[in-house]
Nanobody, 115 residues
Framework: QVQLVESGGGLVQAGGSLRLSCAAS????????MGWHRQAPGKQRELVAD???????RYADSVKGRFTISGDNAKNSVYLQMNSLKPEDTAVYYC?????????WGQGTQVTVSS
C-alpha cells in the first residue's frame, strides 16, 4: 500500500502562482514515477505532468512553459510549481503513482483560478 498526501491548492487570480506538494508513504520501495493529474468539472481526468526517479519529465501541452514538476527522492515527494495560471487550470489536482501494477491516488487538492 502507498499513501499519497497532497497540499498547496487554493484560490488564486489569473496570472498568479501556486505550488503543490505530494508526499508518499507506506510501501514506497522502488517508486519509479510520480505525477500530477487534474480533473475539471464535467471533464475527464488528465495527465498534467510526471517525473521518473531519474528525473525525466513530461508535460501536457497545455501546461508546458508554465508548470514545473520536481521530485525529492530522499523525501519521497513530488512538487508542481504552477505559474501564469489561467482560469482553465481550475480543477482538482491529484497526485499519482503507479507501483507494482497498482495505480495509487491522493485525495486531491482544489485549485481555483479566478479571472
Amino acid at each position: 500500500q502507498v499513501q499519497l498526501v497532497e497540499s498547496g491548492g487554493g484560490l488564486v487570480q489569473a496570472g498568479g502562482s501556486l505550488r503543490l506538494s505530494c508526499a508518499a508513504s507506506g510501501s514506497i520501495f522502488s517508486i519509479n514515477v510520480m505525477g500530477w493529474h487534474r480533473q475539471a468539472p464535467g471533464k475527464q481526468r488528465e495527465l498534467v505532468a510526471d517525473i521518473t526517479s531519474s528525473s525525466s519529465t513530461r508535460y501536457a501541452d497545455s501546461v508546458k512553459g508554465r508548470f514545473t514538476i520536481s521530485g525529492d527522492n530522499a523525501k519521497n515527494s513530488v512538487y508542481l510549481q504552477m505559474n501564469s495560471l489561467k482560469p482553465e487550470d481550475t480543477a482538482v489536482y491529484y497526485c499519482n503513482t503507479p507501483h507494482y501494477g497498482v495505480n495509487y491516488w491522493g485525495q486531491g487538492t482544489q485549485v481555483t483560478v479566478s479571472s
